[in-house]
């Protein structure tokens, strides 16, 4: 609600999220994704303005402040009895396969199968958002091109799942 830019965002991203584990017969539940989507950057709102809402490049002070997000928002649904898988998919969201990810550096098998549909549905959300002046279709060809060639930082075995529910999205 406080930028015009994110409306509707948290709808897209559970459509994308959902078709995406539904895609591989639901290996993550489905509630427990429904809320790391609704949870993931609530952690954004105890960050200053100026860092989550810039739109030039950030500092590496700027950086770290915007790494907190993740665990300001997991802390909160971790503190809600029957919702710890939700709070490990938020904790983990930007965690990459290769390690390069935040806040923990997890690599591989160690990050939650929710985390990994939630990285690549958020990340091509901001890209959408990144590419919207070009229009609606060719931003969606632009996502889909920069979330394909990120060889390290999404999870492989749910890229052609997304990409097959991206396939009907623009198709219909």
């Known amino acids: 609600a406080r ?3 994110f409306k509707g965002r948290t709808t897209r991203l559970l459509r ?11 290996p993550v539940d489905p509630l427990q994704l429904e809320a ?12 200053p303005e100026s860092v989550w809402l810039k739109v030039e490049r950030m500092t590496a002070e700027e950086k770290l402040i915007l790494h907190a997000h993740p665990g300001y928002a997991a ?7 029957g919702w710890e ?10 965690e990459q396969p290769s390690g390069d990810g935040y806040p923990e550096a997890l690599a591989g098998q160690d990050i939650c199968a929710g985390a990994k549909i939630l990285s ?4 091509f959300e901001a890209v959408m958002l990144k590419h919207i002046h070009r229009g609606r279709n060719r931003s969606v060809l632009r996502a889909i091109a920069e979330i394909n060639a990120c060889d390290t930082q999404f999870a492989p075995e749910w890229i052609e799942p997304f990409n097959r529910v991206i396939r009907r999205t623009v198709e219909a």
Request: zero cysteines; a negative charge; aromatic letters at 4%.
């Open 3 to 5: 930028s015009l830019l």
């Open 85 to 94: 898988e939700a709070a490990e998919m938020v904790a983990q969201h930007h």
């Open 16 to 26: 994308l999220a959902s078709e995406t584990n539904h895609e591989l017969d639901s």
């Open 120 to 123: 690549i549905v958020d990340a």
């Open 75 to 81: 802390g909160i649904l971790g503190r809600m009895p």
């Open 36 to 47: 790391a989507v609704y949870m993931h950057d609530i952690g954004m709102m105890f960050l």
